[in-house]
């Protein structure tokens, strides 16, 4: 693409103050009216060192109020950040709706200077842009406005700011290494950009190349692309978007009807005997993933009252405290709710080496998000191959994952719901939502019987623990966690 | 303290049992009484290694409902940590209301750990316990319970662990460099320990020294100790504390009424001029606080319509949008409102070499939430000196703290917030909180008075921007910020 870019007219100097006075105060006026329309505006500045990403952002949002933005330098990645799938930090940023981020640079940068260290080759490489191809249409399908500039300038005159820069002692500590040998691998990054430009330019986030030798003029390109698409995006927001077909391996899953429950006990004995050796056995195990750095992220839904604590204490019982998580999931603060859904799940990924257990889950979307019309319907349709595709990138990464879904019949339910309600130290637990959901059992169960079917992928399959007796379930529960922590420890 | 410390004695064997059960079923049901009654317990475990903090934590935790704690593991501070005051990531870990946090380890190990490495001594350790000393006194002050363990077992103890840990592949990664040192050290480090629990020992947040040697009898010891320190937090919790005396050296200010508004004004073409001028030194300075990595904090204050907003604006646009960031200050989230006041603005500290601007501060403490009665009288009379210490922590970091108030008259707001109403494209800026805090105008006065008179320190100055004529104080403010730059430069 860099190639074959052919650099626009800029018009003459009086033509092009006026003009950039003109998408200045259109910029002003649109700022309110991406707050009106909840319209969330990501935009990435990459480019050639020195050619002027801060300085460009730096006008850019001189015409937004600084309530509404947010600027983002992304340098090398912390050791944490390592820690965590690569696009975790770049998700950990994205805008509130109503909002701007700049991101200085994007995910590009990251990824080019891999490549040209060659850390990233071949299939790695194809596995990472498959992934930010996903993560940013995951963003534009779920209503983001994604704008991706390149910041264009040639050898020479790289070579002309970069002098310039280290010719005063206050400048000269912006000129890093890379960029000098940026500078003189010139024509080799030209064509891994070139690639990464071509092999990311989808049609719903597409680049612009941006000639960035006049500054007045690069503003004006880069202030006319950004109105515009704004515009664009304020008159697309009620869209509905297409339902990708599955492309991930399936294992098929038994319907919640057709789900076994009766003889699924376990007596007390058995019970305390098996509970002790397999609590032992994982915490052997979690030694060993620790030292090996693997992630596991262990996740339950079920019904209310099914016994998801009570299981995840079992879990966590033979686990040592420094090494894992557990995130119970409520309905979302205002700040979650303002970002793509999947944003409070990114940010609350474990460490390598660590695990996190979710008590209840992503899948919210397709069952109360999906039955209480808290999104359209279009969005919870989506959602099941969003949902693969995380959790794809999470396999990607090293992940174990482990899905849990608790199983009880809608008697049990009942009884529990009843003994919950008369027990004083136990009505904390029973709300009247819990009521209501269990009126609305049997779309429930039509919910899941679809999420199971659509989600249980190879990499990332559902589990059924039966839990009219709990201590089953239980002892379910802990022979699948160790089966799989010792297939990944192989 | 550890010298002279007698351990109790254990009970029998079957008392002993019988007792942990007792503890542990009371700790289970005071959990939604501390949930109900909004108490955050933060929970430290410090102590020798090797004498059982991670599996003292995980015992403890089997007792509580994973919704209600998280276990926080403080390693070495990370590079972006090692930017920010010492206790920035310690602040980021505390409690939400009804919730605990357990740490492992708390400030201490850092700080004894940086005085047996010789970095921390005389006066900088006398510095470090006096702003430990406060951050726990803030705490308590605040309504959190703030728990101390300091795990005891000794030399021979420790040294029969460690070579039990270093036996076996799985284990012995558990022991670090460091832990070996200490086996080795013993003694200083005995005397080191020895006196960091003196001088920290509170009696709003005590010490307790657990006897480790037994691994039951300890956990007897802390579940005991957690018990009853919550049963007297929550028979505690609508005690008012002690308003401390001021200790730090004030900076006298006029009365609001007293400032003479009158004449301050500046000509379109002078101010012009002057702008241009002051906003190229301020971004030579910004790259050299950037090289020193000197960390800057400029707060806004000022009546409703005192052109806050525009006068930000003017600092912005002289610096490098990769080294600020604007916080607009609204009000709390909910997350945000159930910890301690200041942790909203604790977490958005800028890294050193960087720029945080606030618009709106941790002032409304004694201005809006006074009030409004969105706090207690002695939570803001007490806000007074928490808000000096706070500054304080700032100043000895070594940040450059600017703080604004922005004035104007009741004639000048009541023209502008007419102007607001009657321009469709300004319309957004003005609410009707607006009106009805305008109606408190004298309240107002009086407390912004008092705040004035209270917490305009030596080394955190208030400065006042004389806004009838707006373009005045843009150039009042930018003289200051630079003034204040280059005094710091120096």
């Known amino acids: 693409m860099l190639k074959t870019w052919i650099p626009g007219e800029a018009p003459e100097k009086e033509e092009l103050k006026q003009q950039l006075d003109e998408a200045r105060k259109k910029l002003y006026d649109l700022q309110m009216k991406i707050k009106e329309h909840k319209l969330p505006v990501l935009v990435l500045f990459e480019g050639w060192s020195a050619a002027g990403k801060g300085s460009m952002i730096g006008k850019v949002i001189k015409n937004i109020d600084p309530r509404f933005f947010k600027v983002a330098t992304m340098s090398a990645p912390s050791e944490e950040e390592l820690r965590r799938p690569f696009l975790y930090r770049y998700m950990c940023q994205i805008p509130e709706q109503g909002k701007f981020t700049f991101l200085d640079s994007g995910w590009m940068e990251q990824t080019t200077q891999e490549v040209l260290r060659k850390e990233l080759t071949g299939e790695d490489y194809e596995k990472r842009i498959e992934s930010i191809r996903r993560f940013e249409r995951q963003l534009t399908d779920n209503g983001y406005l994604v ?37 003189e691998h010139y024509r080799k990054c030209e064509k891994v950009y070139d690639r990464y430009l071509k092999d990311t330019n989808a049609s719903t986030s597409p680049w612009y190349i941006i000639d960035a030798r006049d500054k007045k003029w690069a503003e004006l390109q880069v202030m006319d692309t950004l109105v515009s698409s704004i515009e664009v995006a304020l008159q697309n927001q009620s869209h509905s978007v297409p339902i990708l077909q599955n492309i991930f391996p399936l ?9 076994e429950l009766a003889g699924k006990t376990i007596d007390d004995e058995e019970y305390e005997k098996e509970l002790k050796k397999l609590q032992s056995k994982l915490s052997e195990l979690h030694n060993r993933l620790y030292r090996k750095r693997i992630p596991v992220i262990i996740t339950y839904e079920g019904w209310d009252a099914a016994g998801k604590g009570g299981n995840i204490k079992r879990i966590t019982g033979a686990l040592d405290p420094r090494g894992y998580e557990v995130h119970p999931i409520a309905s979302p603060e205002p700040h979650e709710k303002a970002r793509h859904y999947l944003w409070r799940f990114w940010t ?36 099941y191959n969003e949902m693969n595709e995380f959790e794809k990138e999470l396999s990607d990464w090293g992940a174990v994952i482990i899905k849990f879904w608790v199983q009880i019949d809608k008697d049990t339910q009942l009884a529990r719901f009843n003994d919950r309600q008369n027990n004083p130290e136990k009505q904390w637990k029973i ?60």
Chains 1, 2 share one sequence.
Not at 251 to 259: C, E, F, N, T
Not at 358 to 365: A, K
Request: hydrophobic share 35%; with cysteine; glycine share 2%.
């Open 147 to 183: 704008l991706k500039f390149f910041m264009q300038i040639d050898k020479e005159e790289q070579k002309f700011r970069m002098d310039k820069l280290c010719s005063s002692q206050d400048t000269r500590w912006r000129v890093s290494e890379f960029d000098k040998w940026q500078q």
């Open 251 to 259: 294992v098929k899953m038994p319907k919640l009807a057709d789900v």
């Open 348 to 383: 609350r990924l474990p460490k390598d080496g660590h695990i996190a257990i979710f008590d209840r889950t992503w899948y919210g979307r397709v069952m109360v998000e999906r039955l209480e019309g808290f999104c359209s319907e279009n969005d919870w349709k989506r959602a």
């Open 431 to 490: 709300t009247d939502e819990d009521w209501r959901n269990r009126e609305k059992w049997d779309q429930y169960e039509e919910a899941v019987n679809e999420m199971l079917k659509k989600t249980s992928t190879a990499y990332a399959p559902w589990h059924i623990l039966e839990s009219v007796d709990k201590k089953y379930a239980r002892i379910k529960a802990l022979k699948i966690v160790i089966k799989e922590l010792e297939k990944a420890l192989k």
